[in-house]
């Protein structure tokens, strides 16, 4: 398309010249193991959201990447908190990217995976009531009974006290659902970061100062930290860069 912004590899092999889609989903593609992929867009100066969202830092470059990586994943993983405040609605794909996961054997549309730890969720909300695919709540053994959200979602309880992301992960691998690409929020980050679950980390840096006051991409409690080494750096014309970060 025309209209798009060039995306070129600037590490570690620079391309001669920009990517198309084929390129970029084999630079994307996905794992041969269970794999959880965080995707955030930050400010140069770390900032997660522009005037309180995130789509304020986005541009065409990430927005791209955006898509590709949920026309690859298995499930969106996402926070109740991010899902209400971004309203989020039904998870679409294109006619191109819906062809293109029939054709590698996966449904057409990812699962929408939600973690509450209070059911705290409208079933009216357009992520539930109009899923292509019906959503799964993750939540705790002892948060409270939601009969409507069940009737909208799958709802497993998975914890106490806390949600278990890791037996929550656990139950997703046991449907089949292994490739999972995580959109948020901070919290949500911090707590898998602290868990050890994240084994990539896809980072669009916007060029641009968003000032003091804005939150960072992980939030929470203090976690040991650990490597998670560079696999490449793309640069778009507009001067933004998109990190990939993997354990493998």
Same mark, same amino acid.
Do not use: C, F, K, M
């Given at each position: 398309m025309n209209d798009r912004t060039p995306i070129s590899v600037l590490w570690p092999e620079p391309s001669p010249t920009p990517l198309d889609d084929d390129t970029l989903t084999t630079l994307y593609r996905r794992a041969d193991r269970p794999h959880l992929r965080m995707n955030f !867009?930050?400010? !140069?100066?770390?900032? !997660?959201?522009?005037?309180g969202y995130s789509a304020g830092l986005s541009g065409e470059p990430d927005k791209r990447v955006f898509g590709l990586l949920r026309m690859l994943c298995d499930v969106l993983l996402v926070a109740a908190g991010t899902l209400r405040h971004e309203?989020?609605?039904? !998870?679409?794909?294109?006619?191109?990217?819906?062809?293109?996961?029939?054709?590698?054997?996966?449904?057409?549309y990812p699962t929408l995976v939600v973690v509450s730890g209070t059911l705290d969720l409208d079933p009216a909300q357009a992520a539930f009531a109009d899923a292509p695919v019906r959503p799964v709540v993750l939540t705790r053994d002892d948060a409270p009974a939601a009969p409507d959200l069940a009737a909208v979602a799958d709802v497993v309880r998975c914890g106490s006290g806390r949600v278990d992301l890791a037996a929550g992960l656990a139950e997703l691998h046991r449907r089949r659902l292994d490739q999972v690409l995580c959109e948020g929020g901070p919290l949500l980050f911090g707590a898998l970061t602290a868990a050890d679950l994240v084994d990539e980390v896809c980072l669009s840096v916007a060029p641009l100062l968003a000032g003091a006051g804005a939150g960072r991409i992980t939030a929470g409690g203090p976690s040991p930290a650990r490597q998670l080494p560079l696999r490449h750096v793309l640069h778009a014309d507009d001067g933004t860069l998109l990190l990939r970060y993997a354990r493998h």
């Open positions: !867009v930050t400010s !140069v100066d770390g900032a !997660v959201s522009l005037d309203g989020y609605r039904a !998870v679409r794909l294109d006619d191109r990217r819906r062809a293109w996961r029939r054709a590698h054997g996966l449904a057409e």
